[in-house]
Structure formats: C-alpha cells, structure tokens
Nanobody, 121 residues
Framework: QVQLVESGGGLVQAGGSLRLSCAAS????????MGWFRQAPGKERDFVAV????????YYADSVKGRFTISRDNAKNTVYLQMNTLKPEDTAVYYC??????????????WGQGTQVTVSS
C-alpha cells in the first residue's frame, strides 16, 4: 500500500507559478508510474500529467503542455509538478496518483488527499 501526501498548493495570480510536491511512503516508489490529476468544482477529475517509473516517459494534457512540467526524484520518493503561466482555468484540487504498470499512463491505483490551487485573474 502506498500513501501519498501532496503539498505546495495555494493562491496565485494569473501568470504566476507554483510547484506541487507529492511525497510517497510504503510500497516501492521507483516501480510506480506517477501522475497528477485535477478536479475543478462541479467537474470530473481530469488527467494533467504522468511520468514513468524511470522518468524517461511523460505525457501531458493538451491544456497544460508547455506550461507544466512533471518530474520525480526516486531517491526522495517524491514527484513534482512545476506549474508556470498559470491561468484561472487551472483552478482545481490537484491529486497525485501512483500507478501499477497496468494503469499506465492515464489511470491511478493509489491517491493522495489533494491540494487546492486557486488562480486569481
């Protein structure tokens, strides 16, 4: 069982930046794909970005390509989401997910509790 704890959310003005972190404990972090998802009020949870166990493969939602960067540090059991040029439509609760290989690339088997990101116009 993997436990995931997100941090780094907050309130930022449009055009600003935030870096989210997701710390994992339990399980074998370096064997999991890791993803970020988000859920805006009244909407379904959407895929944002994912990174393979080695960091060699990444995928991004079209809406965040060129603005967000996912990375991981297997020595620290942590995955990051660097968010630049934030827009009000990026406002959502952001969730971290760990994936078994069968869930690659857009699924999630273990989830964090989420961190709120609010972008003001």
């Amino acid at each position: 069982q993997v436990q995931l704890v997100e941090s780094g959310g907050g309130l930022v003005q449009a055009g600003g930046s935030l870096r989210l972190s997701c710390a994992a404990s339990g399980g074998r972090f370096s064997t999991y794909g890791m993803g970020w998802f988000r859920q805006a009020p009244g909407k379904e949870r959407d895929f944002v970005a994912v990174i393979s166990w080695s960091g060699g493969s990444t995928y991004y939602a079209d809406s965040v390509k060129g603005r967000f960067t996912i990375s991981r540090d297997n020595a620290k059991n942590t995955v990051y989401l660097q968010m630049n040029t934030l827009k009000p439509e990026d406002t959502a609760v952001y969730y971290c997910a760990a994936q078994y290989p069968s869930s690659w690339p857009f699924g999630g088997d273990f989830w964090g509790q989420g961190t709120q990101v609010t972008v003001s116009s």
